[in-house]
């Protein structure tokens, strides 16, 4: 039965992970707009993801555990990239690839560097979310933001609880998981509750 869930669940999560970030980069490309996106709250998530990445690859978790990660990334690349491109210029997103990359090869220099970045990443990805939220809260409209993203990204946590729980127990990954899934259902519920109907053409 234990082998089924987790079967279950971290095959789930990388189906729901595989196609993730497709609404919200629809939504933008249907809109021509990234108006309702919080471009810090995008940077400080593809941060967060970049680190947990990192400490799973340092520490050689098992690989179902977070093999979502590197879909994760890409589509959070192709996601910035049409922020910048609707906001007028692809070419500022170059320093910031720079920046993650570099970062990828410096996380893993020290044990002491990848095990802080990561006690840290948990407080990046819940600024990422809050980003997000105030965003949402200033505009009062949700614009292209995808409240089907944001489910299935609680979704993707509450998995990861069970296959933690039942693989490595990391404390600190656990916690990262939980704090994720709140904001995440904090996000949806607010992305739904600015979502202004949209006007049919007469």
Not at 23 to 39: N, T
Not at 74 to 79: E, K, P, S
Not at 94 to 122: E, H, R
Request: hydrophobic share 55%; charged share 10%.
């Amino acid at each position: 039965m234990e082998a089924a869930l987790l079967w279950f669940c971290n095959w789930s999560t990388l189906g729901v992970c595989a196609a993730l970030k497709l609404p919200q980069i629809h939504a933008q490309l249907a809109a021509r707009s990234a108006r309702g996106l919080s471009l810090p709250s995008l940077l400080l998530e593809l941060a967060g993801f970049l680190v947990f990445l990192r400490y799973q690859c340092y520490y050689e978790n098992p690989l179902l555990t977070y093999l979502e990660y590197p879909i994760l990334i890409a589509q959070d690349v192709i996601l910035l990239l049409c922020v910048f491109h609707f906001n007028g210029n692809v070419k500022q997103a170059v320093p910031y690839l720079a920046g993650f990359v570099l970062s990828w090869f410096v996380l893993s220099l020290q044990k002491w560097i990848i095990d802080l970045a990561m006690n840290l990443c948990t407080f990046i990805s819940a600024a990422s979310k809050f980003a997000q939220l105030q965003y949402l809260w200033k505009a009062q409209d949700s614009g292209a933001v995808s409240a089907l993203t944001w489910a299935l990204s609680a979704y993707t946590c509450a998995t990861r609880i069970v296959t933690t729980l039942m693989t490595t127990n990391d404390f600190t990954i656990l916690t990262r998981f939980v704090i994720m899934l709140a904001l995440n259902i904090w996000v949806t519920a607010t992305v739904l509750r600015y979502r202004k109907p949209a006007v049919k053409a007469e």
